[in-house]
Every structure is written in structure tokens, then in C-alpha cells.
């Protein structure tokens, strides 16, 4: 399995909002409704901000969301805040257990 | 609240086996609701889904890892283990553990950082 496809970089002015991609083949994002989205700020641990495609888990503003087309999942933040510089992570399950990630999207708030 | 801690030497030598653990704090390793899984990342670099195991002891692993990867779990410590064989400067990474619902991990241990030199 390779990893998912993301861009390296993304940006936005405050206030703007800003769509991250994650693109897979038929045997991983394709297949199943199985994509989830983590946030990384710098010597922190991730943080899920999404499940399953769509799903946000308590505390995460409604700000974040999510969805998927094909092979190509989307992370949207809205109403960007200076907090939200990031790195973001999407992965997805590919079967037999198996997790893949993308190789991490940094975002800046400019 | 459930809680995890990773643990281990934080410098390894080339060719030797890289041995970490990881204590749940907050709740049971025994839960049906959760996986125990490891990920990496390199200095730099992103994540790298290593391996999770189940309380029962089934495992499951990153296939480009799969033969140098042995995971497992001890209850009665609440806690889960990862030994990774062999290992190069390729796996100098931050090793962080998790709590795996299926599809995704949500909560982190806050990660331990792993060198690999002589």
C-alpha cells in the first residue's frame, strides 16, 4: 500500500476557508467509508478531528468538515483561525486491518 | 479519561531490537472498544501506521514492517508493548501509541522519541 496523496502545503487569511485533499486508489479511500482527518500542531501528538469520512468527534468545532468523492476525501475548515495552523493528516482504512496515511498537509494562516 | 504513556530507551543501536511500552491509564486494556496500536514519524516526516493488537493478543501490521514488528499485551500491567527488530537510522522516529476504534485512533500517548545510532 502507498501512501495517500495530499498536498504539502495550503493556505488562507483568517476568516477564509480552505479545502485540504486526500487522494487514494479503489482499495483504500475508494472503498470504504472509512477516512479520518488528524490534526498535528509542532512536538504535539495528533488529534482526530474527523471520522469515518464525516464525523465529528465531540469538542471539534464545527468549523471542520469533511466528505468524499471516489478516491478523494476533503478536509474544509471555515472561518479560518490563527489557531488552526497545522499539520493535517488524512488516512484510511485499506483492508485487513491495515491503515494508510497521507503524507501530511501543512496549513498556514496567513 | 482514558490515558496513554509510552516507555522505553530512548537511544538504540544499529541492528538491535527496539523495545517500547505503552501504560493505559483511565480505563481497560481489555475493552472490546478499542485496539492498541502504534504510529511513527519520522524526524520531519509523516505518520506511519506501525501495528495494533487486540487484548486477546491478535495483531495485525504495516506489511512493510510486518516481519521485524512484535507486538504484545499484558492486562495485568494494563499495558501493550511493540519490539521492532533490526532496526537502521530509518527508525529514528517519534513512536507514539493509540487507541484504535477500527477505523481510527482517538487518543494518543503524547509520543517518545527513538534514535538510532551507535
Known sequence: QSALTQPPSASGSPGQSVTISCTGTGSDVGAYNYVSWYQQHPGKAPKLMISEVSKRPSGVPDRFSASKSGNTASLTVSGLQAEDEADYYCSSYAGSNILIFGGGTKLTVL | ?118
Do not use: H
Open chain 2, 1 to 118: 479519561q482514558l490515558q496513554l504513556q509510552e516507555s522505553g530507551p530512548g537511544l538504540v543501536k544499529p541492528s538491535e531490537t527496539l523495545s517500547l511500552s505503552c501504560t493505559v491509564s483511565g480505563g481497560s486494556i481489555s475493552s472490546s472498544s478499542y485496539s492498541w496500536g502504534w504510529i511513527r514519524q519520522p524526524p520531519g516526516k509523516g505518520l506511519e501506521w506501525i501495528g495494533n493488537i487486540y487484548y486477546s493478543g491478535s495483531t495485525y501490521s504495516n506489511p512493510s514492517l510486518k516481519s521485524r514488528v512484535t507486538m504484545s499485551v499484558d492486562t495485568s500491567k494494563n499495558q501493550f508493548s511493540l519490539k521492532l527488530s533490526s532496526v537502521t537510522a530509518a527508525d529514528t522516529a517519534v513512536y507514539y501509541c493509540a487507541g484504535r476504534r477500527f477505523s481510527y485512533m482517538d487518543v494518543w500517548g503524547k509520543g517518545t522519541t527513538v534514535t538510532v545510532s551507535s
